[in-house]
């Protein structure tokens, strides 16, 4: 979080401008209800949660025709690792694709946070390219993967952390652990607090 740079926390002021009362950030508790109450259909093995923005699980990452007949050009995989999806770039030699991996746990412990920015950086980098579509996943596409997303949605489309999560469920079911919830509520803090000093 603490390369985060001022530039990079701003929302736009007309976000807000429409409502009366100031941003509160969510409760852990309210987004665990929100997350639970909030159901979508189905969970496919991937699902486009933002236009070309998918996000999807290892057996997805796997389905190389399946990612051809989609059009993906960039990967990243959240669960990078021998002892997790051991993709990788050499797994997709031959296909027109990049590949970012994060070795992350998907542990309440662990600081994903710190992989917010660099994300979020190379998703808005691959999504400004005329063809360019991104697949987010991890094993189960909906704690590691899922909470990359929403910060991607934070930082660079200017949502709350409650749009974010209302956007990506209206698509696919998530389920961020308890920790990756606090990381983004710190995120949504942040984000917050220097749109209100603008």
């Known amino acids: 979080m603490d390369s985060l740079q001022k530039q990079d926390l701003r929302r736009p002021k007309i976000h ?12 852990l508790a309210s987004l665990q209800r929100l997350l639970w109450v909030r159901q979508s ?15 999807g699980d290892a057996y997805a990452a796997r389905d190389k025709s399946k990612l051809t007949q989609l059009g993906i050009t960039h990967i990243v ?8 999806v051991d993709t990788g770039a050499k797994f997709y030699r031959g296909m027109s694709l990049e590949y970012y991996g994060i070795e992350a746990d ?3 412990f662990f600081d994903l946070s ?25 094993a189960m596409g909906v704690s590691r993967s899922a909470t990359l997303v929403l910060a991607f949605l934070m930082i660079y ?6 749009e974010a999560i209302q956007m990506v469920q209206a698509h696919r079911n998530i389920c961020p652990n308890s920790g990756f919830l606090r990381q983004l509520q710190v995120l949504d803090n942040r984000l917050g607090q220097e749109t209100r000093r603008l």
């Not at 390219?129 to 991890?138: A, I, S």
């Open 16 to 27: 807000r401008a429409a409502q009366g009362a100031p941003y509160q950030p969510p409760t």
């Open 41 to 55: 259909a189905m969970l496919n093995h991937i699902n486009e949660v933002w236009p070309g923005l998918f996000l």
């Open 77 to 84: 995989n959240a669960a990078a690792g021998k002892f997790q």
């Open 106 to 108: 998907d542990n309440p």
């Open 114 to 138: 710190v992989y917010f920015l660099p994300v979020a950086r190379y998703i808005r980098a691959a999504l400004s390219l005329p063809q360019g579509r991104v697949l987010v996943h991890c």
């Open 157 to 162: 489309e200017n949502m709350t952390l409650v």
